[in-house]
T-cell receptor, first 114, second 111 residues
Framework: DSGVTQTPKHLITATGQRVTLRCSPRSGDLSVYWYQQSLDQGLQFLIQYYNGEERAKGNILERFSAQQFPDLHSELNLSSLELGDSALYFC?????????????FGPGTRLTVL | QKEVEQDPGPLSVPEGAIVSLNCTYSNSAFQYFMWYRQYSRKGPELLMYTYSSGNKEDGRFTAQVDKSSKYISLFIRDSQPSDSATYLCAMGGGATNKLIFGTGTLLAVQP
């Protein structure tokens, strides 16, 4: 158990809908990262938050947004969903500064868009 | 060209074999290197962490980093069926702690 929790485990929805994925980092970790993993794309970095502020952006679509709250949990919002958004979404967390850049992953949320 | 290249496999070996998994990369700024193990439909689990060049050993696992060749390896000795998983290399550097992942190598250890 990495200490990172994600809810829900599974999500099935229809095209055009909006969903919210939730992540709680390990105790004490200030950074949260979101990744998308699909069969043909591997693990793709979406976005990083550090202590409530956006730190880095990857291949995140404009239809997707994220935020990190004062209690450090994070939410990833996916809107106007398309079939191609079906994937595993992982959250990871890490500690502060250099030398603590190891990322610990949660169990993921499996999103299926029908 | 991708920043990180990893042979996707699949790689099938008999139990007890020595397994070698490799990644190459193009960004000379990468400073830290990791190997993650991912069982089917589970979250990646950190196996090994190495900073800069050199070797690191942990039980049956050895990680090697050759920064001059931009090449990293993970060796698994006395492989077990429980080692069957996808192995992802990851590397990064800089203030954001952003990691770049390889596409993963699927390993199957046959009993």
């Amino acid at each position: 158990d990495s200490g990172v929790t994600q809810t829900p485990k599974h999500l099935i929805t229809a095209t055009g809908q909006r969903v919210t994925l939730r992540c709680s980092p390990r105790s004490g970790d200030l950074s949260v990262y979101w990744y998308q993993q699909s069969l043909d794309q591997g693990l793709q970095f979406l976005i990083q938050y550090y202590n409530g502020e956006e730190r880095a952006k990857g291949n995140i679509l404009e239809r997707f947004s994220a935020q990190q709250f004062p209690d450090l949990h994070s939410e990833l919002n996916l809107s106007s969903l398309e079939l191609g958004d079906s994937a595993l979404y992982f959250c990871a967390s890490s500690g502060l500064g250099q030398g603590t850049n190891t990322q610990y992953f949660g169990p993921g949320t499996r999103l299926t868009v029908l | 060209q991708k920043e990180v290249e990893q042979d996707p496999g699949p790689l099938s070996v008999p139990e007890g074999a020595i397994v070698s998994l490799n990644c190459t990369y193009s960004n000379s700024a990468f400073q830290y290197f990791m190997w993650y193990r991912q069982y089917s439909r589970k979250g990646p689990e950190l196996l090994m962490y190495t900073y800069s060049s050199g070797n690191k050993e942990d039980g049956r696992f050895t990680a090697q980093v050759d920064k001059s060749s931009k090449y990293i390896s993970l060796f698994i000795r006395d492989s077990q069926p429980s080692d069957s998983a996808t192995y992802l290399c990851a590397m990064g550097g800089g203030a954001t702690n952003k990691l770049i992942f390889g596409t993963g190598t699927l390993l199957a250890v046959q009993p």
